[in-house]
Every structure is written in C-alpha cells, then in structure tokens.
C-alpha cells in the first residue's frame, strides 16, 4: 500500500527558560549596570505534516511507515513582551497500525517524531540583547535557538467513501 497524508492540528505548547542571552541583559552600558534578569518565552499553536504512507496489509491490518515534511510556528519573547511569529519547517517519520472495523471504518493508531531544527531568534527584543556581545569586534548581535521536537501519539476513527 501507498499514500498520502497530510494533516493540520492546533496546539498549545509553551515554556520559558533563562537563557544566557535574558539573564545577561544589561539595561545600561554604564560600568557596573546588572542584568535584568529576564526569561525567554517560547511558544507555539500549530503544527502541520504532510507524508507518504507505505505499508503491508494482512487481511484487515495495515501496517506503515510514513515520512515527509512538517511545520510549525515557533514564538519568542522576552517576559512581558509580545511574542514574535517565526514559521519553521522540518521533516517527520514514523510508523502505525489501521484496522478495518466495518465497510467504510477503519482505526489507527500511530507515533511521529517531528524535527523541526533550530529556529533562529535573533529579530530585535525577543532573546535579549547582551552589551557584551554588542561590543564585540566585530558586532555580534545576541541571539538563541529556540529547538521544537515533538513526539506524538495519534489514535483516529476514519470514514473512507466509496471502494
């Protein structure tokens, strides 16, 4: 068996971490300014995939593998600053079991991996801006990676027209 499958899903994923780029901070470039003491925010509410299926049936079991493309969006901010959006796109793969139940219903249950790489954050506020490096020569503007992996588990009901 061959296929495609594609699929978008909303979700809420979000955290926050103290990045050296928002715990060094410097407010002020005056000799002996601190640092504010900040935190990176990441966060991100979609993800979409599209793949190719291959598998073997066995009378009513459909065993697969799929592998393909993905994105998603990753948001940064620093504490108390609005988010800023950064589409990413990366690859996926994993493996699943479909079932046929009836005439036209099927089951699956299934895991992906998702990769989605690094995504650069280094666009103004959002991760910080660090004197030290700023003063470098040359100029080296602060930046972090914020790194979206996910591991998922899908279980599914489906309706296939006609045969």
Same mark, same amino acid.
């Given at each position: 068996?061959?296929?495609?499958?594609?699929?978008?899903?909303?979700?809420?994923?979000?955290?926050?971490?103290?990045?050296?780029?928002?715990?060094?901070?410097?407010?002020?470039?005056?000799?002996?300014?601190?640092?504010?003491?900040?935190?990176?925010?990441?966060?991100?509410?979609?993800?979409?995939?599209?793949?190719?299926?291959?598998?073997?049936?066995?009378?009513?079991?459909?065993?697969?593998?799929?592998?393909?493309?993905?994105?998603? =969006?990753?948001?940064?901010?620093?504490?108390?600053?609005?988010?800023? =959006?950064?589409?990413?796109?990366?690859?996926?793969?994993?493996?699943?079991?479909?079932?046929?139940?009836?005439?036209?219903?099927?089951?699956?249950?299934?895991?992906?991996?998702?990769?989605?790489?690094?995504?650069?954050? =280094?666009?103004?506020?959002?991760?910080?801006?660090?004197?030290?490096?700023? #003063?470098?020569?040359?100029?080296?503007? #602060?930046?972090?990676?914020?790194?979206?992996?996910?591991?998922?588990?899908?279980?599914?009901?489906?309706?296939?027209?006609?045969?």
């Amino acid at each position: 068996m061959f296929g495609v499958e594609g699929d978008f899903d909303w979700q809420g994923l979000s955290g926050s971490s103290g990045s050296p780029f928002c715990t060094s901070l410097i407010i002020s470039t005056a000799p002996g300014a601190t640092a504010a003491g900040l935190s990176c925010k990441t966060a991100s509410n979609w993800l979409g995939t599209l793949r190719a299926r291959l598998g073997y049936a066995w009378d009513r079991v459909l065993v697969y593998g799929a592998a393909g493309g993905a994105g998603a =969006n990753i948001e940064t901010a620093l504490t108390g600053l609005p988010y800023q =959006n950064n589409a990413v796109f990366g690859w996926t793969a994993g493996a699943g079991v479909e079932v046929d139940l009836a005439e036209h219903w099927t089951f699956k249950v299934e895991y992906l991996f998702v990769d989605l790489g690094n995504a650069v954050c =280094n666009h103004g506020y959002s991760c910080g801006y660090d004197v030290a490096t700023a #003063a470098a020569v040359p100029p080296v503007g #602060a930046s972090m990676t914020a790194r979206l992996n996910e591991n998922l588990i899908r279980v599914g009901l489906n309706f296939k027209y006609g045969h």
